[in-house]
């Protein structure tokens, strides 16, 4: 009988063992790559991590700590301050180590759970998608010698949420590359415009062979040290379509805000007043509803669309908005909006003659 229970015990003791490897070797490097697939990463993180963090800052990086042990001095010295560049989306996992006090100014993250550090070391050479994570790896296996101090996440104004908050907000609206690129302010901007009543039908949607290129444009449109965005964002009530709306969001010292908005109902191509050859900048010269052209102080947004006269939208300091100009000379546009009118008059006028003979054929002398 004892003989038995000890047989049950081994088997019970080798299963653990074995699920507790199998769980490892599923472990972060697996994670890594699939980052943003938290429906596929299940139960495994909560095996290892109580709590797990996502960075949104738009510049985060992880520094070297302290060194603790001189003999490790050399190895320390040789890998850079700089042990990996985040990027907007990717998860923090918290690290927990009893034998290193913990420095209240600085908060213990790593984007390798430590757990899986083992499996870092095993793949490192041989997946290609964690090579960038190498000097990451080497500082963490100084930090379980105890040879160093755990890394410190540096970043602009340290912002990170939890997985929760990241999948409700930012994880879908901000998927693609050209939308991840965005400052973080402009981001909670645009989640705002989401939720407004102008904005929440219009989702940014790259359709057919669209890049962000075609719907995000950037540039100094105020001639403030911000940059300015303007994106197009699509009609999500009609999929055929293509209609879209235009927003132009002005960056200041306080957040970004928005100066214009205009809807169009086909294809409308961005591009940009300034070019750049040889380190030199050149601006377009336009026409601002004049006859000779204009050289405008900072960048515009030129609108282009199939069978249209191109228009450019420049900002006006005064009235703190962008104003639509269309690249023609006034005199040009002037003579056409007489030509309209004439032939409106003579249709108005033909019409009423021909009512007038119809009146005379139909009367009785």
Known sequence: MLKKITVIIVILIVLLVTAWTYINRDGSAWRYINRGTTEEIGDVIAEHVSELYVNIADHAIMKKGKLLNEKYKIEYQKLPDTLYT??????????????????????????????????????????????????????????????????????????????????????????????????????????????????????????????????????????????????????????????????????????????????????????????????????????????DFVETANDGIVLKQMNEVDRVLVYNKEFDKMVNYHLRPSVDIEKEERDKHEENDVNEEGHEHEEGDEYEEGYEY
Not at 220 to 238: P, Q, R, V
Not at 247 to 256: I, L, Q
Request: net charge negative; proline share 2%; aromatic share 16%.
């Open 86 to 291: 985040l990027e907007y989306g990717e998860y923090l996992y918290p690290l927990f180590y009893e034998d290193h006090k913990k420095d209240e100014e600085n908060n213990w993250f790593s984007p390798i759970d430590e757990h899986d550090l083992e499996v870092f070391n095993k793949n490192l050479d041989s997946m290609v998608d964690i090579k960038n994570m190498k000097y990451m790896v080497q500082y963490l296996n100084l930090v379980a010698k105890k040879a160093v101090s755990p890394p410190v996440y540096d970043c602009s104004g340290c912002i990170f949420t939890d997985i929760d908050m990241f999948n409700t907000y930012y994880r879908d609206e901000f998927s693609s590359y050209g939308m991840t690129q965005l400052p973080l302010v402009l981001k909670e901007k645009i989640i705002e415009f989401y939720n407004s009543n102008e904005g929440q039908r219009f989702r940014y949607v790259e359709k057919g062979n669209q890049s962000s290129s075609d719907l995000i444009w950037s540039g100094n449109l105020t001639g403030n040290e911000k940059t300015d965005y303007a994106i197009l964002f699509k009609d999500g009530d009609n999929e055929l379509e293509d209609n879209y709306l235009l927003v132009v969001f002005a960056g200041s010292n306080t957040g970004y805000y928005i100066v214009y908005s205009e809807k169009f109902y086909d294809k409308v191509i961005l591009e940009a007043l300034k070019t750049n050859v040889d380190v030199k900048e050149y601006y377009r010269q336009i026409y601002m509803n004049a006859d």
